[in-house]
């Protein structure tokens, strides 16, 4: 399994992507629709229409449509207060869902512009059962967790044979009927320890992570690739935190960053900002290891429990990744989203993967992102 972030309530196994030698996210005003593929890599595009089953012009249309629907989702959450519990888009049919808990948050969803769902649980009762499992002794048959919104309940990833043991756990913490569901046959999380090539960083060579975003002075990576003071390729790690969060940044005295993600084509693309996507947006990822690959935001404030200990706050995706890929960047179109945390699978077969927002890094350490 590989290693990745906290955000809202979701599990699944995962594992480092480092190789060796708790709240929806506010929603920040939403990229002008033209400024939503203005500079967007022409090989980012390519992978997006590949994951789609579409063309480049699709890709795009889909990047204004994740852009619009930024301000959709902030709307319908504002407007229905207590009864609000998630929202998440269908690119398929260009529609935002929102869910909600009463009569009257469905109309005023409606008037936000989203296709209101009714649902037993406020997504602050979801929360609020992430938070019982975060507080409990954890079974070890329990290697994640995460809020679904979709299927509006707090999923609890379990290894083969720890059915019992789970289901035992889940009856402790006294969560409202159909608020909590078990999926069963979940690999569990393992530190990646294999130093590959790439667009990458050594540290204190002997080991290898991706780095993720550019900041003044630095760049942003995983806080499983090294502790303070480490030293790597390009200068030395000034903080890190992990566990319980997975960041970290690099200071480089000695280079220049820049605020641009390599494609792997030759290419770099450009950043210009980092508005959350929503759950249900076309994200795609940069490693040093696999280079691009695409998948889907699955949830927010996910909880993962790697050997290490466990990281919360974490983007839960679709998106694949392998040993080497940690600390690496995660998009939605142009703009920043997160950075390699852990997962499972591969890119052969496919996986899961989580990442440290950005963000949050940002705010922790007091950093500008830089764009271009």
């Known amino acids: 399994m590989n290693r990745i972030s906290k955000t809202a309530v979701g599990i699944a196994a995962l594992g480092l992507f480092l190789t060796t030698s708790a709240t929806v996210p506010a929603f920040a005003q939403s990229p002008a629709p033209d400024a939503a593929v203005d500079g967007v890599d022409a090989q980012l595009l390519e992978a997006m229409a590949t994951d789609l089953g579409t063309d480049v012009a699709g890709a795009q249309d889909v990047l204004r449509f994740q852009a619009d629907a930024v301000g959709t989702a902030a709307d319908a959450s504002a407007a229905t207060g207590d009864a609000f519990a998630g929202t998440w888009l269908d690119e398929a049919t260009r529609t935002v869902y929102a869910a909600v808990t009463s009569d009257e948050a469905r109309t005023a969803a409606t008037d936000a512009g989203a296709v209101p769902v009714p649902v037993a649980h406020s997504l602050a009762d979801l929360e609020d059962v992430s938070a019982r499992i975060d507080a409990a002794v954890v079974p070890d048959v329990i290697p994640s967790w995460w809020i679904d919104v979709e299927s509006n309940d707090v999923v609890v990833d379990v290894v083969d044979g720890g059915e019992q043991a789970a289901a035992d756990f889940v009856a402790t913490l006294d969560a409202p009927e159909g608020a909590v569901r078990l999926e069963t046959g979940v690999a569990a999380p ?139 960047s995660l998009l939605a179109g142009n703009q920043a989203q997160g950075v390699t945390s852990g997962g499972s699978g591969d890119c052969s077969t496919g996986g899961t993967t989580y990442f440290q927002p950005v963000n949050e890094i940002l705010q922790a350490y007091g950093l500008r992102l830089l764009t271009s």
């Open 190 to 328: 393992e530190t990646f320890a294999t130093i590959r090539g790439g667009i990458a960083y050594d540290i204190n060579n002997a080991g290898r992570c991706s780095v993720g975003f550019a900041v003044q002075g630095g760049f942003v990576t995983a806080g499983h690739c090294g502790i303070t003071g480490d030293s790597t390729t390009y200068g030395t790690f000034r903080g890190s935190s992990f566990p319980g969060n997975d960041y970290a940044w690099v200071s480089t005295p000695s280079h220049t960053p820049v605020g641009q993600v390599a494609n792997y084509a030759g290419g770099a693309v450009a950043v210009k900002g980092s508005t959350p996507a929503a759950v249900g947006a076309t994200v795609c990822r940069s490693g040093s290891t696999t280079g691009w690959h695409c998948g889907q935001v699955q949830a927010y404030n996910s909880t993962v429990r790697y050997a290490e200990g466990s990281v919360s706050g974490l983007i839960r995706t679709s998106v694949c990744a392998e040993p080497g890929d940690s600390g690496g």
